[in-house]
């Protein structure tokens, strides 16, 4: 029997339909930006893995910290105790996040990272015997699978089950160009409206509805709303963290600082999973009181586990090298390139470059759906091609690992132009 085969007498796939669903394909070997599966079919790894690999599979640097780390400690309970990787991790973030950072807190993956931040907001205001429950959050938005990140996420399909059994949740729309105004003006409404403790966002790309983008001054404006009336602000970086956009993070480029940021995909390289939540310090001083009672009573069996940290030290360092840096430069002005060549063709609707991320809509006859036909028909000619690329409906994305060399960009590029030919 393949591993394909065995596969389907045993597991339960993410997102998947198995009654409908190609069986999966057993990829055996990744080194670089190339995975292998168990036949020896090459395949371009253009998503990065679902956004979490910018430095390659199998890499060395990363995987020899992870051995030291694990024949050194490889786990250790945090309550009550803590370890040099924790503290070097904290340490090296407080220099690269926001400066108003100053708390982090571990969990194991994003949407865990958002639930602390979701749970944080809260109670934030419960610690201050202040009624604020109400949590803002944009149209579209995606911040994982948990309840609470489910509430605040808007992806239909993913949620409709559970409608109804979330906390409270309102939504408004991304300020995407010539939208900014009514954006503003609902979160003002909402505000009036609502007892606001949070207004969690994706900052600048939003990755799951697409690839949809948006300015920072846009951001700034709402964050500006928000803090003018007490409302926390929460950025998941989940997917915009760690040079995705260009710079570390995408809050770099918004002149507002918010309350909390959310971090995993890309922390470990792609490793080991792992999560951060990060707070400033009046976030994290309504905490600390001599009532137990206003503790954040919140905790993951291997949070901060030091193989994790370990991961995230070397990922880090990695990520701040001329050589990746001068990779994300030139991710970016490739795609740029291909942006220009292929929004005038008559099949697309519209591109959008923000550091290594492209996206390109394609023109359909019917709504598309998030896993419509057109989808399906252009997930298996990428994967008959050797590309692993994840159309959002009708929008096709490209995440690459920075250490993607030109030739493969190219061929992916190749690719979804024959793509738009053939759909
Ligand atoms: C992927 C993602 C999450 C959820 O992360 P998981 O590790 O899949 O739980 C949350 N927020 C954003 C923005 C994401 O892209």
């Given at each position: ?7 389907s007498?045993?597991?339960?796939h ?6 409908t669903?190609?069986?999966?394909i ?5 080194e ?9 079919k ?5 998503i990065a893995?679902?956004?979490v690999?910018?430095?390659g599979h199998?890499?060395r640097?990363?995987?020899d910290?992870i051995?030291?780390q694990?024949?050194?400690?490889e786990?250790?309970?945090f ?5 040099e990787?924790?503290?070097?991790v904290a340490e090296?973030?407080m220099e ?29 205001f ?18 994982g699978?948990t309840?609470?990140?489910?509430a605040?996420s ?8 559970f ?6 949740v309102v939504r408004?729309?991304?300020p995407v160009?010539g939208?900014?105004q009514?954006?503003?003006?609902a979160?003002?409404?909402?505000i009036e409206?609502h007892?606001?403790a ?5 900052p600048?790309?939003q990755?799951?509805a697409?690839?949809v983008?948006?300015?920072?001054e846009a ?7 928000c803090k003018e009336?007490n409302v926390?602000?929460i ?7 760690f040079?995705?956009?260009?710079k ?14 959310c971090?995993?995909?890309?922390l ?6 792992m999560a951060?939540?990060t707070f400033?310090?009046e976030v994290?001083d309504?905490?600390?009181d001599?009532d ?12 901060a ?5 370990a991961?995230?030290l070397a990922?880090?360092?990695l990520l ?6 001068a ?16 929004e ?6 519209t591109a959008?470059?923000?550091g ?9 006859d019917?709504e598309e759906?998030?896993?419509?036909s057109?989808?399906t028909k252009?997930y298996n000619f990428?994967?008959?091609k ?6 959002v ?7 690459p690992?920075?250490?993607m ?5 190219q061929?992916?590029y ?7 030919e053939?759909v």
């Amino acid at each position: 029997m393949t591993l394909t085969e065995k596969d389907s007498q045993y597991l339960w796939h993410p997102y998947t339909q198995h009654k409908t669903a190609q069986a999966p394909i057993a990829i055996s070997r990744g080194e670089g930006a190339l995975l292998w599966d168990e036949n020896g079919k090459e395949y371009i790894d253009a998503i990065a893995s679902w956004w979490v690999n910018p430095f390659g599979h199998s890499n060395r640097f990363i995987a020899d910290a992870i051995y030291k780390q694990l024949t050194t400690l490889e786990h250790v309970l945090f309550g009550g105790f803590t370890h040099e990787p924790a503290i070097k991790v904290a340490e090296k973030l407080m220099e690269i996040l926001p400066k108003n950072q100053q708390k982090i807190f571990f969990s194991d993956n994003g949407s865990t990272a958002v639930e602390v931040a979701i749970k944080v907001a809260l109670q934030f205001f419960f610690n201050k015997k202040e009624k604020r429950t109400t949590i803002i959050a944009f149209e579209n938005a995606f911040h994982g699978d948990t309840f609470a990140a489910m509430a605040a996420s808007g992806i239909s399909f993913y949620t409709q089950a559970f409608q109804g059994m979330f906390i409270d949740v309102v939504r408004i729309p991304v300020p995407v160009k010539g939208q900014e105004q009514e954006s503003f003006d609902a979160l003002r409404a909402v505000i009036e409206k609502h007892d606001c403790a949070g207004f969690i966002f994706e900052p600048l790309v939003q990755g799951a509805a697409g690839m949809v983008m948006y300015e920072p001054e846009a951001l700034a404006k709402l964050m500006q709303i928000c803090k003018e009336n007490n409302v926390l602000t929460i950025a998941d970086e989940v997917m915009t963290g760690f040079g995705k956009t260009g710079k570390t993070f995408a809050m770099d480029y918004v002149t507002e600082v918010p309350d909390m940021i959310c971090l995993s995909k890309a922390l470990t390289g792609g490793t080991i999973p792992m999560a951060i939540t990060t707070f400033t310090q009046e976030v994290f001083d309504a905490f600390y009181d001599d009532d137990i009672n206003k503790a954040l009573f919140h905790g993951h069996t291997f949070t901060a586990n030091p193989t994790g940290c370990a991961a995230a030290l070397a990922s880090i360092e990695l990520l701040h090298t001329e050589e990746m840096q001068a990779n994300i430069e030139r991710i970016h002005k490739s795609h740029l390139d291909f942006q220009k060549k292929i929004e005038k063709h008559s099949k697309v609707i519209t591109a959008r470059t923000l550091g290594v991320i492209f996206a390109v809509e394609i023109k359909s006859d019917s709504e598309e759906s998030y896993y419509g036909s057109m989808r399906t028909k252009l997930y298996n000619f990428f994967i008959d091609k050797g590309v692993v690329l994840r159309p959002v409906g009708n929008i096709v994305y490209i995440l690459p690992p920075y250490i993607m060399s030109d030739e493969q960009l190219q061929k992916v590029y190749k690719t979804i132009e024959d793509a738009i030919e053939m759909v």
